[in-house]
């Protein structure tokens, strides 16, 4: 474990940071923009606003889920349009400690931000409450950044991020067909996509040929 912290602490040396932040950066000020209209607005009351912060929050349990599995694990097409994420999502799992993939690109995230917000809007018939909603979005976006960093790179050891290392590298390394959730195993639950197969295995093959061979298991 020791010598799997120092490894990782050398290749995190190498990390190009602006890479890394730039989500966080991107977001953060489209969140400061967002919320300095709505101070200028009709507000909604604290106890409201923390109401859809929380909802947003939950909400991107199910956005991630329904992402990664939907989205992300969709069988690409050898020519033309692909949708966004789904190739380099695969290529993740081709490489997963890849430095040239350290998070979400925006374009990715973008379309799906975008979408959100205008469903927020048209559900709640308020942009403020939109905002708020899209912020509980984002805190779980986050967190889901910071996770899978933390799955593939980081070398924090505390329980919880221990927790959910195993958790996501289960999905990586065990069976990419189980446990799409990064922040939250609930959606797992929900959709029977929690438990472990009995039968020990291994990827051996691209994930979009469904076919995969047994074989001795030491997963992650
Ligand atoms: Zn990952
Ligand atoms: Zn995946």
């Not at 602006?18 to 909604?44: D, N, T, W």
């Not at 973008?110 to 559900?123: D, E, S, T």
Request: glycine letters at 6%.
């Amino acid at each position: 474990m020791k010598r799997v912290k120092q490894n990782r602490k050398a290749r995190i040396r190498q990390i190009d940071r602006f890479q890394l932040y730039k989500p966080f950066i991107f977001y953060s000020g489209v969140l400061c923009a967002l919320h300095a209209a709505v101070l200028r607005s009709e507000a909604p009351s604290l106890p409201f606003a923390m109401t859809l912060l929380m909802v947003g929050l939950l909400s991107w349990g199910l956005v991630e889920y329904a992402v990664h599995r939907w989205v992300l694990h969709r069988v690409p097409r050898a020519q033309g349009f692909n949708l966004p994420g789904n190739l380099t999502h695969l290529r993740h799992h081709d490489d997963p400690q890849s430095l040239q993939r350290l998070n979400v690109q925006l374009s990715e995230s973008l379309p799906i931000c975008i979408a959100y917000f205008a469903a927020a809007w048209a559900i709640s018939g308020s942009w403020p409450a939109a905002t708020w909603l899209f912020t509980g979005l984002m805190a779980g976006y986050f967190f889901y950044e910071y996770l899978d960093f933390q799955a593939h790179h980081g070398t924090s050891g505390t329980r919880l991020i221990r927790y959910f290392r195993k958790y996501h590298n289960q999905h990586h390394h065990y069976d990419a067909s189980v446990r799409y959730g990064v922040t939250s195993p609930l959606f797992d639950y929900l959709f029977g996509t929690f438990d472990l197969p009995t039968k020990t295995r291994r990827i051996r093959e691209p994930l979009w040929t469904g076919r995969r061979t047994t074989g001795n298991n030491s997963a992650a």
